[in-house]
């Protein structure tokens, strides 16, 4: 398993930080919402989930990150 950083945004704030650990960042950001997830596709209220495992190459000075928004209701 991988170790994530899910963030809660709206708009330009970052509005909660959740950890999670599993296989894929579109799982992690399920189990930290509580709730499914699908493409960012422009939305004001988004999840970023930043890979914590991954160590940046050289070339790379950030950590990869993912854009979701939030689907349906809260379990």
Do not use: C
Request: glycine content about 6%.
């Amino acid at each position: 398993m991988k170790a994530y950083r899910v963030e809660e945004i709206d708009g330009e704030t970052v509005v909660a930080v959740h950890a999670a650990e599993a296989k894929t960042p579109f799982e992690a950001a399920e189990k930290a919402l509580g709730q499914k997830v699908t493409l960012r596709a422009g939305a004001d209220r988004w999840v970023r989930v930043v890979d914590l495992t991954e160590r940046p190459r050289p070339v790379r000075l950030r950590p990869t990150t993912f854009e979701f928004k939030a689907i349906g209701q809260r379990k």
